[in-house]
T-cell receptor, first 113, second 111 residues
Framework: NAGVTQTPKFQVLKTGQSMTLQCAQD?????MSWYRQDPGMGLRLIHY???????DQGEVPNGYNVSRSTTEDFPLRLLSAAPSQTSVYFC????????????FGPGTRLTVT | QQPVQSPQAVILREGEDAVINCSSS?????VHWYRQKHGEAPVFLMI?????EQKGHDKISASFNEKKQQSSLYLTASQLSYSGTYFC????????????FGKGTLLTVNP
């Protein structure tokens, strides 16, 4: 099993550009989520999904879109990148919500200039 | 709303003990604990479910007081490998499917 994979590992964008961060898991997990990590702020939930076709907002959803057309994939779209979106982004998955451990991907380091 | 962790940072010598606390303003269904090394992804330590259970994992254990909406992580006889940032994450349950993390506690273990 590859677990949770994320691409790219690093990305530099200019303000106003759009891009998609990819996340995939091969464990048949129902629950997937996106977090951003900034110094001193911990892990903040952006969006999450409890199954294919079902997504919902987390704590900091503005400027991001998600969709979940398959169980395996959960891409995160930045619509118009801003310097405030410079961060490390982690995708995570778990069998279900609540009482199952989260498996985190290796992260994507994004810089917006 | 993020759970509150304390302390923000702690420095230990090898062999010393530490306690990291996590508290929430909401009723909790479960509490998760993760450790993150610098430049790496968070790694799962343990989950505690409502019911006031205590769990152990080698020399790392945790408790969950449902009434007080608090959890504590206990690290005993610390080793150099325990260094990292510890995060608690909480689920409130019901129709709330969000796993919300605290800001983390940086633990440094020195020789």
């Amino acid at each position: 099993n590859a677990g949770v994979t994320q691409t790219p590992k690093f990305q530099v964008l200019k303000t106003g550009q759009s891009m998609t961060l990819q996340c995939a898991q091969d464990m048949n997990h129902e629950y997937m989520s996106w977090y951003r990590q900034d110094p001193g702020m911990g892990l903040r939930l952006i969006h999450y999904s409890v199954g294919a076709g079902i997504t919902d907002q987390g704590e900091v959803p503005n400027g991001y879109n998600v969709s979940r057309s398959t169980t395996e994939d959960f891409p995160l779209r930045l619509l118009s990148a801003a310097p405030s979106q410079t961060s490390v982004y982690f995708c995570a998955s778990s069998k279900q919500w609540g009482s199952y451990e989260q498996y985190f991907g290796p992260g994507t380091r994004l810089t917006v200039t | 709303q993020q759970p509150v962790q304390s302390p923000q940072a702690v420095i230990l010598r090898e062999g010393e003990d530490a306690v990291i606390n996590c508290s929430s303003s909401k009723a909790l269904y479960s509490v998760h604990w993760y450790r993150q090394k610098h430049g790496e992804a968070p790694v799962f330590l343990m989950i505690l479910l409502k019911g006031g259970e205590q769990k152990g994992h080698d020399k790392i254990s945790a408790s969950f007081n449902e009434k007080k909406q608090q959890s504590s992580l206990y690290l005993t006889a610390s080793q150099l490998s325990y260094s990292g940032t510890y995060f608690c994450g909480t689920y409130s349950g019901g129709s709330n499917y969000k796993l919300t993390f605290g800001k983390g506690t940086l633990l440094t273990v020195n020789p």
